[in-house]
């Protein structure tokens, strides 16, 4: 079964344009793991633009291990103001699940995911030390990549497809060929003993049409697309339609 993980950050977007506590993340929270999510996701920055580290650290005690708690971001983006640094956080809260994303502040949003074989070498000894810190570790990697026993040397657990591409691809209308490359480095790291992730830019639209190609996908972080259909619907419902697209519930 795919695990479905709410990103929130859209909830915390939506909180900071006002600087005040609305609406609420850690109620926010709550309704998603009700409703049926088995994680939460969440994706500070350096610039907490959105998710800040104060929220990271509530929201670890709100979860209480009720469910997967996945954090994303850039190891190597250096501490600054009230941002520990992305290691320095997860020594803290001790999360079930990282993502490392190689985005930058320029970035509005994850476009690309790490050139595995020119990062190996900074890569490995930080993915070592957040598996000590109890955490499995996924890399964010781009569909078409097949390259995955480097992944597996760099000592990661999971892979994470950007699925940005495949999202457009379907929105135009002619999805095959970016199909065929997310189920490519499915399938690779498959091989190569990893776990598969996927995430960006799914939607109640177009992640049936993953989940049928690549029906071992262990977990998809969904927060955008959700959000914003959450904002016709329901948040608590939007959830279980999620659920019923991947087979639970």
């Given at each position: 079964m795919?695990?479905?993980?709410?990103?929130?950050?859209?909830?915390a977007v939506l909180r900071n344009s006002r600087g005040e506590d609305?609406?609420?993340?850690?109620?926010?929270?709550?309704?998603?793991?009700?409703?049926?999510?088995?994680?939460?996701?969440?994706?500070?920055?350096?610039?907490?633009?959105?998710i800040r580290p104060g929220d990271v650290r509530a929201l670890s005690a709100r979860i209480a291990r009720r469910?997967?708690?996945?954090?994303?971001?850039?190891?190597?983006?250096?501490?600054r103001g009230g941002y520990p640094g992305l290691v320095a956080l997860v020594r803290?809260?001790?999360?079930?699940?990282?993502?490392?994303?190689?985005?930058?502040?320029a970035q509005i949003t994850s476009d690309h995911g790490f050139d595995l074989a020119a990062a190996?070498?900074?890569?490995?000894?930080?993915?070592?030390?957040?598996?000590?810190l109890g955490a499995r570790v996924s890399l964010f990697v781009d569909a078409g990549d097949t390259r995955m026993d480097q992944?597996?040397?760099?000592?990661a657990d999971r892979v994470e497809i950007y699925t940005g591409p495949f999202a457009k691809?379907?929105?135009?209308?002619?999805?095959s060929a970016e199909l065929a490359r997310c189920v490519a480095t499915a399938r690779a790291a498959q091989a190569a003993g990893l776990g598969v992730n996927?995430?960006?830019?799914?939607?109640?639209?177009?992640?049936?049409?993953?989940v049928e190609a690549i029906p071992f996908l262990a977990e998809v972080s969904i927060g955008h697309a959700l959000i914003g259909e959450a904002l016709y619907d329901g948040l608590a419902a939007t959830v279980r339609n999620y659920r019923r697209i991947l087979g639970d519930g």
């Amino acid at each position: 079964m795919t695990v479905l993980s709410v990103n929130l950050n859209k909830i915390a977007v939506l909180r900071n344009s006002r600087g005040e506590d609305e609406p609420d993340i850690g109620r926010a929270c709550d309704c998603v793991i009700e409703a049926g999510a088995g994680g939460v996701t969440v994706h500070p920055r350096p610039d907490q633009r959105h998710i800040r580290p104060g929220d990271v650290r509530a929201l670890s005690a709100r979860i209480a291990r009720r469910v997967e708690f996945n954090i994303e971001g850039n190891a190597f983006a250096p501490a600054r103001g009230g941002y520990p640094g992305l290691v320095a956080l997860v020594r803290e809260v001790r999360p079930e699940q990282v993502t490392l994303v190689p985005d930058s502040d320029a970035q509005i949003t994850s476009d690309h995911g790490f050139d595995l074989a020119a990062a190996a070498a900074s890569l490995r000894p930080i993915v070592a030390e957040l598996r000590e810190l109890g955490a499995r570790v996924s890399l964010f990697v781009d569909a078409g990549d097949t390259r995955m026993d480097q992944a597996a040397a760099i000592g990661a657990d999971r892979v994470e497809i950007y699925t940005g591409p495949f999202a457009k691809a379907f929105a135009a209308g002619d999805v095959s060929a970016e199909l065929a490359r997310c189920v490519a480095t499915a399938r690779a790291a498959q091989a190569a003993g990893l776990g598969v992730n996927a995430g960006h830019d799914l939607s109640q639209a177009n992640l049936g049409c993953l989940v049928e190609a690549i029906p071992f996908l262990a977990e998809v972080s969904i927060g955008h697309a959700l959000i914003g259909e959450a904002l016709y619907d329901g948040l608590a419902a939007t959830v279980r339609n999620y659920r019923r697209i991947l087979g639970d519930g």
